[in-house]
T-cell receptor, first 115, second 110 residues
Framework: DGGITQSPKYLFRKEGQNVTLSCEQN?????MYWYRQDPGQGLRLIYY???????QKGDIAEGYSVSREKKESFPLTVTSAQKNPTAFYLC??????????????FGQGTRLTVV | LAKTTQPISMDSYEGQEVNITCSHN???????ITWYQQFPSQGPRFIIQ???TKVTNEVASLFIPADRKSSTLSLPRVSLSDTAVYYC???????????FGTGTRLTVIP
């Protein structure tokens, strides 16, 4: 089945460590996104990518980095520079080819906790 | 991108119709209005999208007045399983930067 997969579902990080969250999609979508969600809050955009080898900062990019070497993959690295990384991270992809609508498909999320 | 404003929260009894209104005063000519639903610890999922007048699917209806400066998501006869956060987005067809606001937290009461 086509879809978008995030891994791992739960991730624990020690302070000062970098960690990488995986996001893979087999929907042949051009665009991919990373969001952060804190308890009781909405989604905040970290980075997005419209095409391979290109990505743009969202509202809260500081302390994060991404790469887009393949269309299917958009990994997010939470660096030690991110002072408060504990959150729920969501990856999404969307199809820019359809004229009548743009629909985003989300993964199941990764819950990152700093210990 | 057009900014949207929604109520932060709403409560409803089971079996009632729920209407959630979203304001988007700066909507542009080519923008579509899209609603998503999010359950706790899950990613949002697409509910409905429209450009003008009324759109209906198996889940909800979307009402958009002629000036398109607001829209109303209508959920018929809600059940406990409709308790979720509902997000309104306004986006240009083919746009690739999707900005979500804080959404409306709907709580359905038995």
């Amino acid at each position: 089945d086509g879809g978008i997969t995030q891994s791992p579902k739960y991730l624990f990080r020690k302070e000062g460590q970098n960690v990488t969250l995986s996001c893979e999609q087999n929907l042949n979508h051009d665009a991919m996104y990373w969001y952060r969600q804190d308890p009781g809050q909405g989604l905040r955009l970290i980075y997005y990518s419209q095409i391979v080898n290109d990505f743009q900062k969202g509202d809260i990019a500081e302390g994060y980095s991404v790469s887009r070497e393949k269309k299917e993959s958009f990994p997010l690295t939470v660096t030690s520079a991110q002072k408060n990384p504990t959150a729920f991270y969501l990856c999404a992809s969307s199809n820019r080819d359809r004229v009548e609508r743009t629909e985003a498909f989300f993964g199941q999320g990764t819950r990152l906790t700093v210990v | 991108l057009a900014k949207t404003t929604q109520p932060i929260s709403m409560d409803s009894y089971e079996g009632q119709e729920v209407n959630i209104t979203c304001s988007h005063n700066n909507i542009a000519t080519n923008d579509y209005i899209t609603w998503y639903q999010q359950f706790p610890s899950q990613g949002p999922r697409f509910i409905i999208q429209g450009y003008k007048t009324k759109v209906t699917n198996e889940v909800a209806s979307l009402f958009i007045p002629a000036d398109r400066k607001s829209s109303t998501l209508s959920l018929p006869r809600v059940s406990l399983s409709d308790t979720a956060v509902y997000y309104c987005l306004v986006l240009l067809t083919g746009a690739n930067n999707l900005f979500f606001g804080t959404g409306t937290r709907l709580t359905v009461i038995p």
